[in-house]
């Protein structure tokens, strides 16, 4: 930690950080850092297939409180091809070293989908197809984190026609415990809270019914959005650039896809400075959500329930002093109003008495 100027409080304020997004009770923010400083590293395989590698390098870029150095000094990452030093027959001998060492005991992260037409030849890395090398890591792995849309669910290439066949992780592995990390990229704390609760706990936390991690992808962008004011008041940007958009009204007329999104974008937010999509003026494209990214056009509307407000509402229109609340005053306070809803349903939350796969009391 000194190393990479990371000081006491700050890993603490990591940890505080990660325990509250997982949903943990106030205090075991202490656990949490007593696993990540004693517990011996547990080994890591990333493997990459059809994908861009912005999983990687959005990882990579969340550098505050330095999330890149502190995640591969907590795993040991014996194989990721994009930043390991080794190429060529160097790095397939760390390869299967690393898993007939840890036989059983590594966890194995796939980053874009998996091309299964004409026997896979869409993909190859070391002269072997994504399927066979993917059914030969998987086979002794403790389990598997999907990171991003395409592992998780096909991503871009699987869209129809899908040429390559691309699948996602799932669709080819079926005897192993599977945790999809979503997202075009997905927010690298989402990745980094997962490890660190199996650190915690030794196990992984409880999922949705698709492989999500409940803390993270558990509610709507919708409910913490910012602009949910505007939306309640019915006051909606209608094209880019018109004075609606300008002044930071809803985006839901643009095709925005956060009431229909299951994640944490709009309280966790990007790029160590506070800000997603929605934030900066674009529409949510739904990329957690396998039914909405790369189905659904961009300016589509999905289909949701009375996206006006109704009569009982006070009126939008006027905006002389006095008679009803500034826009751009409402939209902050809708901010803090989510930040601080979001903040209150994680720390509410008790922690899981038995496996994940029980109900939450």
């Known amino acids: 930690m000194k190393s990479i100027a990371i000081n006491r409080r700050d890993f603490m304020k990591i940890c505080l950080q990660t325990t509250a997004l997982m949903g943990l009770p106030y205090g075991f923010h202490t ?33 505050h409180p330095g999330i890149s150095e502190l995640i591969l000094d907590t795993i040991s990452l ?11 027959h160097q790095a397939e001998e760390s390869l299967h070293h690393s898993v007939s060492e840890n036989k059983g005991n590594y966890i194995l992260v796939v980053e874009g ?25 998987s086979k002794n792995a403790a389990a598997i984190i999907s990171i991003g849309t395409c592992a998780s669910y096909g991503g871009i290439q699987a869209v129809d026609p899908n040429p390559t066949g691309a699948v996602g992780v799932g669709e ?3 005897d192993k415990p599977i945790i999809n990390v979503p997202g ?31 803390f993270a992808y558990g509610r709507k962008i919708h409910e913490h959005c910012e602009r949910r004011p505007h939306f309640d008041a019915g006051r909606f940007a209608e094209e880019y650039g018109d004075e609606n958009h300008k002044a930071g009204y809803c985006l839901y007329k643009l095709g925005c896809k956060g009431p229909a999104t299951f994640a944490n974008c709009s309280v966790l937010r990007f790029n160590d400075v506070g800000v997603w999509p929605v934030s900066v003026g674009h529409p949510c494209i739904g990329c957690t959500e396998p039914s909405i990214l790369f189905n659904k056009p961009i300016a589509e509307k999905v ?6 407000p ?29 930040a601080a809803l979001g903040a209150g349903a994680v720390l509410s939350k008790k922690l899981p008495k038995g496996e994940d796969s029980e109900k939450e009391d």
């Not at 014996?78 to 060529?88: C, K, P």
């Open 31 to 63: 656990k949490v850092a007593e696993a990540v400083e004693k517990e011996k590293k547990p080994t890591v395989v990333w493997l990459h297939y059809q994908e861009c590698t912005g999983c990687s390098e959005s990882l990579l870029r969340s550098n």
């Open 303 to 308: 289909q949701i329930h009375d996206p006006t």
């Open 78 to 88: 014996d194989y990721h091809e994009t930043l390991m030093i080794g190429s060529g």
């Open 184 to 214: 075009c990229p997905p927010n690298p704390y989402n990745f980094l809270s997962v490890i660190f609760y199996y650190l915690t706990f030794k196990k992984f936390p409880k999922l949705d019914e698709l492989n999500r991690p409940q």
């Open 310 to 338: 109704p009569d009982t509402y006070p009126t939008t229109e006027t905006k002389e002093r006095g008679k009803g609340a500034d826009p751009l005053t409402t939209a902050a306070v809708g901010v803090v109003a989510g």
């Open 172 to 174: 080819l592995v079926k």
């Open 113 to 137: 989908a998996i091309p299964t037409k004409e026997s896979g030849i869409y993909c190859k890395v070391g002269g072997k197809t994504a399927m066979e090398s993917l059914a030969e890591i």
